[in-house]
Every structure is written in structure tokens, then in C-alpha cells.
């Protein structure tokens, strides 16, 4: 049986209270340094398309979100002074053209004063009237939203707050468990399908039904990849059509609750021995490299790291020919694996703050030679993160080590042989412990 994924779920009530005392107090300091006495948050609204009267899928503010696990609720507000009860602006229109928002359930109705709105009209009454002591966080494509508020996303409250949102409350963890849960149900329905010859669109089909989610409410466009489609590193075309021959599949598709995502990469063999060894290294690898997280680790020694055990196991999978300081400075590595290892998890799939020294909002920028790196930071107990190691064929890359010194260090005979099936990934949700770590998505796996 599914565990709750509702907002009626008693284990995550018995968390939300604490959750909601740990963000009033990021807006408290985020406020005071903003020299502001009040935060109106808001929660967006559906953008139409051009020249169209349909609306993109709604994507509700994270900075709400972190708030209350209303992800589905435009044109709403939620109003903090520090040292009251946080107000909720909660818009529930007359529309007789669609469903509307409910009356307000759920467990986080005790921490707010909820003040339900029948019209946007009625919104102004419930905002401070001292508008400007307010700081407004959200997305205002119509000014008028903003009733008056000129001070709109400061640069110095967001940075604080985008910060602070790399170290998940007990509320959050309870939550991604469950997004981690629900992740791993599908990846078990979507490898069914592949043992069962399906094409990747039936595949997602079968991800998305055992998951519950439409396409809009994935945290991100499922990547299913069958074959050569697992080398290209966001392939999302959902091939229609079964291929003649299926060697290989490649899925990195994750699940959402209350707002907070999984994100979750696994690789399979359709019986060929020889794939499946190269997924048992990488397999392997991952496990050995999550084995070293924990608070204080620098994330980007962490990756660079992994390029140098990476080269390993490119030498013993017959890919590479040299130690591995070469095969790092040669670019033998980055071209089998030319993304970063990973990125802070939480509302966002690729969480805001990775690339934060600290809350005032200095960046540290990725190591040389590894522009594409998400997170930078040192890590906190208590942060989500993804380990998500890979390594591909894709010839664009290889092609340009030819003519370079990197060319005698590549096999390409086994290039040859590993080109139709793509490459491998394999990515796991880990939350980070002051002497370890806890991984989410085998967990999760465990349980079901
Ligand atoms: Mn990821």
C-alpha cells in the first residue's frame, strides 16, 4: 500500500509545526537585514501562452511552497510579521470554467490565519497597510499584484532565505522520504515495462501512472531512454516506435509531494553480461563515492574526486589506457562524464544555493575544467543532495580528443562496442550527516 502522500498525513502534522517556527525565523533574520518589517509572499500565477488563451502548467512560487505544501494555489499571498501568526491570503475564485481550490484542510492550517479570497479585490485589505515596510518575494508579471509594494525580491532577503533552504528542516526530510518512495515505485513500474519490450513512451506512461503524477506535476521531464538515447544527457523525445533491437535503458525520473522532489537515475541491461558489468561498477562507484559524504566535505573535492576513481574504472572497463592523472589532465575523463556530480534536491530539482559560500551570497564559482558543477559549497548536516555519476558515448566529445595526446589513452574499440548502448548513470538522493550520510532513494527502494 502507498503511504500518505496527502496533506492530512499525521506523521508529516506532528513535523510542520517546527517547520514553520525554523522558516519564520529565516524571514525573521532575513527581514531584519533587509531593514523591513513585513514579507508578502506570493504564491504566482499561470502564465498564458503567446497570442493563446490557454495557460502554461502552473508552477507556484518555491519561496511559498517552503511555506505551506500548497502547490496548487495561484494568485494567493502569505503575509509575515515577525511575532505574529503568519497570514494566508488563500484565493478560492467564483469560476464556474474550472475547478478552484477547496475550502483550506490539511495539516498546515493550524500555523496560519487563513483568510479566504473570493476575488483578487479583496486581496489589498489583508496586506500591511504600511507598504513600505514590506519586502515582496514572488514572480509579478502584472505590477498590480504587488499592490503598491516596491521592494520586490532584494537581493539580500532572497540570498539569506536561498541559503538557509540548503539545510532541510525535519519536516522537509519526512517529505522528500516520501517523494524518494514514490520515485522508487515508479522506477519499479517503468523497469517492468522495459523487461516487457515496451517503447520509451509506453515506459513513461507506466512511470507516471504508478507515480500518480500528470506530466506537469513531475518535478522535471522524465528522461527515458532506450539504447544510444541514453547518451544524450536531457533526452526527452519519448520515442513512440519499440527500436528493432533493445539493449539498454536509461531512466532518470523523479516524483514530487507537497512540492519536494526525488531525483532518481538507474540503468539496466536487456541480458547483455557485458553492459551489465560496466552498470555493477558504476553501480558500485556510486555506492563507494555517497560512502564518502558528510558535513564538512568540500562538494567540489568530492567531484573531482570522482573524475579520478571514475578513471579507474574506465582503465578496468577497457574504455581508457593510463593512470589516472593523465587520464584527468588528457580530458579522458570529462569526456565520458562531462557533467557534474551532482546538485542540492529539495523544492527545486536542482536546488537554489549551490553555488552560495554563505547567506550575504558570495559565490563559489566550479572548479577549472568543470564548468557545469551545481554545487560548490561545503556541506551541512541535514542537506539533500544528488550523487549522480555517469559515463557515455557521446562522439561530439570524443571526437575532439583526436589528434590531441588524449587519443592514445581512449580504446576505441570498446567506444565502438559501448556506443549502441548509450552510456550508464546511476543517481541517488542522499541527505548529508554530521559522520555519513542517509541515502533516500535505496532506502526508499528497500521498503518497497
Ligand atoms: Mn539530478
Avoid at 536561498?162 to 520515485?183: N, Q, W
Avoid at 533491437?245 to 536487456?270: C, E, K, M, P
Amino acid at each position: 500500500m502507498n503511504p500518505d502522500y496527502t496533506d492530512k498525513n499525521p506523521a508529516l502534522g506532528a513535523l510542520y509545526g517546527d517547520h514553520i517556527q525554523t522558516v519564520m525565523a529565516r524571514h525573521d533574520h532575513a527581514l531584519e537585514q533587509a531593514g523591513a518589517s513585513h514579507a508578502v509572499i506570493y504564491s504566482g500565477n499561470p502564465k498564458l501562452a503567446f497570442l493563446d488563451d490557454y495557460h502554461h502548467p502552473f508552477k507556484a512560487n518555491p519561496h511559498f511552497v517552503s511555506w505551506a505544501p500548497l502547490t496548487a494555489l495561484p494568485f494567493s499571498y502569505i503575509v509575515y510579521t515577525p511575532g505574529s501568526t503568519p497570514v494566508l491570503i488563500y484565493y478560492q475564485p467564483h469560476d464556474y470554467w474550472h475547478v478552484v481550490p477547496g475550502a483550506p484542510g490539511g495539516y498546515w492550517t493550524s500555523q496560519f490565519d487563513v483568510r479566504v479570497v473570493h476575488s483578487t479585490e479583496d486581496i489589498a485589505a489583508h496586506l500591511p497597510e504600511d507598504r513600505e515596510k514590506c519586502i515582496a518575494i514572488g514572480e509579478f508579471a502584472d505590477e498590480a499584484l504587488a499592490f503598491g509594494i516596491e521592494r520586490v525580491n532584494p537581493t539580500t532577503a532572497v540570498n539569506i532565505l536561498h541559503f538557509a533552504r540548503g539545510v532541510k528542516t525535519e519536516y522537509e526530510l519526512a517529505v522528500m522520504r516520501l517523494a524518494a518512495e514514490r520515485g522508487a515505485t515508479g522506477h519499479v513500474a517503468a523497469e517492468a515495462a522495459f523487461r516487457a519490450g515496451k517503447s520509451e513512451f509506453d515506459i513513461h506512461r507506466a512511470y507516471c501512472k504508478a507515480v500518480s503524477h500528470t506530466d506537469p506535476e513531475l518535478p522535471y521531464g522524465n528522461i527515458i531512454a532506450l539504447n544510444e538515447h541514453g547518451a544524450v544527457l536531457h533526452y526527452t523525445d519519448l520515442d513512440r516506435d519499440v527500436p528493432g533491437a533493445i539493449r539498454s535503458f536509461l531512466i532518470d525520473a523523479g516524483a514530487q509531494v507537497h512540492g519536494y522532489a526525488s531525483d532518481i537515475t538507474r540503468t539496466y541491461s536487456n541480458g547483455d553480461q557485458r553492459f551489465q558489468d560496466l552498470i555493477d561498477r558504476m553501480d558500485a562507484m556510486e555506492l563507494e563515492i555517497i560512502g564518502r559524504v558528510q558535513a564538512g566535505i568540500d562538494y567540489r573535492e568530492l567531484h573531482v574526486g570522482t573524475h579520478k576513481t571514475l578513471a579507474t574504472l574506465l582503465v578496468d572497463a577497457e574504455l581508457a589506457i593510463g593512470d589516472p592523472e593523465t587520464l584527468l589532465e588528457t580530458g579522458v575523463t570529462s569526456a565520458f562524464f562531462p557533467h557534474g556530480l551532482g546538485h542540492l534536491l529539495g523544492i527545486q530539482v536542482h536546488d537554489v544555493g549551490g553555488h552560495q559560500e554563505n547567506e550575504a551570497g558570495t559565490i563559489i564559482d566550479p572548479p577549472s575544467g568543470h564548468p557545469f558543477l551545481r554545487l560548490t559549497r561545503a556541506l551541512e548536516e541535514d542537506m539533500v543532495l544528488t550523487i549522480e555519476p555517469g559515463l557515455y558515448v557521446i562522439d561530439m566529445l570524443l571526437e575532439n580528443l583526436r589528434g590531441t595526446p588524449a587519443e592514445n589513452h581512449v580504446n576505441w574499440d570498446t567506444v565502438d562496442w559501448l556506443r549502441p548502448y548509450g552510456g550508464v548513470r546511476v543517481e541517488d538522493d542522499i541527505r548529508v550527516m554530521a559522520n555519513g550520510q542517509e541515502n533516500l532513494t535505496r532506502d526508499a527502494f528497500a521498503r518497497l
